[in-house]
């Protein structure tokens, strides 16, 4: 059975989901704003990143702000700075937005794009939402723009693959499987790449699972055994509800809730709240490694220090 199932997750690893690739190539980047931008306003600042993280999603890239290697960022200049002859007066801004995208760690710029925002408000503060607003993720500069970095971005992986599968086969055998997915499913699937490293995701992501599994198994049976009441059996049962169903010890997660499960039913007379992960069957085995991937970044301290000095 547990062959069975590996062969299934490998067989479903090593398939291109035309449907995923419809909206997500795989490729990932980060909005980030550099100290280096002329000091707007917080709030328009917070405008800023969000326009940009729409100038990512809405152009079929993977929002990833957590230690990113790719990122797209923006310079801001005031062009002109005026006070209207109205009343109330308001305040004019005339912006040059220059937007980059590039290898954040090695410094690389793959591309860039400049454009002009106008924006008008009751201060300067608002002036600057107002203009930063007007940044339209589908003008076809900008979509231009964002194609060009995508396509650098692919090159990346297709010269890099080898460096990247031996980063993770590394990470592998100090049993830092998460680590070594996180590294994997950040290459696209449009790239050369892809294909070479497409059936080491779905074996680290069988290897993810079991162990978490175990862990997972072994933790809900001490809290169980150490206190058999339903404070133990709630605690247990937030742990094992998160265990994926193809992890090899799964069965013994099953018998430990169904043993869970009656126990609390002779307690209080009532079915138990917690129920365990169900076999998603739509889930291909990259996108699930993927999700793991991501989740171990977003455990992970936002720590990298980009190199984006002579970008502007």
Do not use: H
Not at 49 to 71: C, E, H, M, P
Not at 83 to 104: H, Q, R, S, W
Not at 207 to 222: G, H, M, V, Y
């Amino acid at each position: 059975m547990k062959k069975l199932l590996y062969i299934a997750l490998l067989l479903v690893g090593t398939t291109l989901v035309a449907q995923q690739k419809k909206t997500n190539d795989g490729i990932s980047l980060a909005a980030y704003v550099p100290r280096q931008v002329e000091g707007i306003p917080s709030s328009a600042r917070n405008m800023l990143v969000n326009r940009l993280t729409q100038v990512i999603t809405k152009n079929g890239i993977s929002d990833n702000v957590y230690n990113a290697r790719f990122i797209l960022a923006p310079n801001i200049s005031v062009l002109s700075k005026d006070i209207t002859a109205t009343a109330p007066p308001k305040t004019a801004l005339n912006l040059n937005v220059t937007l980059y995208i590039g290898d954040g760690i090695s410094g690389n710029l793959f591309a860039s794009q400049s454009i002009e925002l106008k924006g008008v408000g009751t201060n300067e503060n608002k002036a600057y939402i107002s203009a930063i607003k007007r940044l339209n993720p589908k003008n076809p500069e900008i979509i231009e723009f964002v194609e060009k970095g995508k396509q650098k971005i692919i090159e990346y992986y297709n010269k890099n693959c080898n460096q990247v599968l031996k980063k993770a086969t590394a990470l592998e055998a100090q049993n830092q499987f998460k680590q070594a997915l996180a590294v994997l499913t950040n290459v696209p699937e449009s790239s050369t790449c892809f294909n070479k490293i497409k059936s080491k995701i779905a074996s680290l992501y069988k290897k993810s699972i079991d162990r978490d599994c175990k862990q997972k198994l072994a933790e809900a049976s001490a809290i169980w055994t150490a206190n058999q009441d339903i404070n133990a059996a709630n605690e247990a049962g937030a742990i094992l509800s998160t265990v994926e169903p193809q992890g090899a010890c799964y069965g013994q997660v099953k018998s430990l809730y169904t043993k869970i499960a009656t126990r609390v039913k002779n307690l209080s007379d009532r079915d138990w709240n917690y129920q365990l992960k169900v076999l998603d069957l739509n889930k291909t085995a990259i996108r699930a490694a993927r999700d793991v991937g991501v989740a171990y970044g977003k455990n992970q301290p936002n720590n990298v220090k980009y190199n984006v000095k002579d970008w502007y």
